[in-house]
T-cell receptor
Framework: GQQLNQSPQSMFIQEGEDVSMNCTSS?????WLWYKQDPGEGPVLLIA?????ELTSNGRLTAQFGITRKDSFLNISASIPSDVGIYFCAGQFLVGDDKIIFGKGTRLHILP | DTEVTQTPKHLVMGMTNKKSLKCEQH?????MYWYKQKAKKPPELMFV???????INESVPSRFSPECPNSSLLNLHLHALQPEDSALYLC????????????FGSGTRLTVV
């Protein structure tokens, strides 16, 4: 079946640092999605990417849809305490059931 | 309204109980989903409803029974659960056939004792 490899699994950074995480897949997706999940809450969509090579920003977040359509990265600039949480990449197929496949997540910790 | 609302937020049930989880959205989405999420793991797809019809069942045990009474509501009926079924149960919805991702609810934290 389809699998997404997300790395790193966890990150410990200082407030103000930039963060980068990425996902690779054995499958080609029509859409790449990045979600953030806070404890006890459902995932919240941060950025959606629809075209190979697309670079999209949402405030301090920037994500790119890889040229091969098999990878994506998410960057967070100048991290702040509320960035703590779990970030999931997800790939979505347009044809058929438009099922989302999730990566295993990157847990972001910010050191005091 | 841009939300998916799930009730209850927390549920503790015994292994012989019958309970139901509820999910509601008023965004006109015609696809609705149930996910199960264990601690420190990604959400795992359980069921997909498309236009109120069950389109995907990811080999979920029959002690979980989904129901979609109308385009805005999705239920998950629970019966004879096991302690290992304790998890966060997430509902999501999306525009059918549109690749805009899913909108998730906040989940129901289920504990089976």
């Amino acid at each position: 079946g389809q699998q997404l490899n997300q790395s790193p699994q966890s990150m410990f950074i200082q407030e103000g640092e930039d963060v980068s995480m990425n996902c690779t897949s054995s499958s080609i997706f029509n859409t790449w999605l990045w979600y953030k999940q806070d404890p006890g809450e459902g995932p919240v969509l941060l950025i959606a990417l629809y075209k190979a090579g697309e670079l999209t920003s949402n405030g301090r977040l920037t994500a790119q849809f890889g040229i091969t359509r098999k990878d994506s990265f998410l960057n967070i600039s100048a991290s702040i305490p509320s960035d703590v949480g779990i970030y999931f990449c997800a790939g979505q197929f347009l044809v058929g059931d438009d099922k989302i496949i999730f990566g295993k997540g990157t847990r972001l910790h910010i050191l005091p | 309204d841009t939300e998916v609302t799930q009730t209850p937020k927390h549920l503790v049930m015994g292994m012989t109980n019958k309970k139901s989880l509820k999910c509601e959205q008023h965004m006109g989405h015609r696809a609705m989903y149930w996910y199960k999420q264990k601690a420190k793991k990604p959400p795992e797809l359980m069921f997909v409803y498309s236009y109120e019809k069950l389109s995907i069942n990811e080999s979920v045990p029959s002690r979980f029974s989904p129901e979609c009474p109308n385009s805005s509501l999705l239920n998950l009926h629970l019966h004879a659960l096991q302690p290992e079924d304790s998890a966060l149960y997430l509902c999501a919805s999306s525009l059918q056939g549109a690749n805009y991702g899913y909108t998730f609810g906040s989940g129901t934290r289920l504990t089976v004792v």
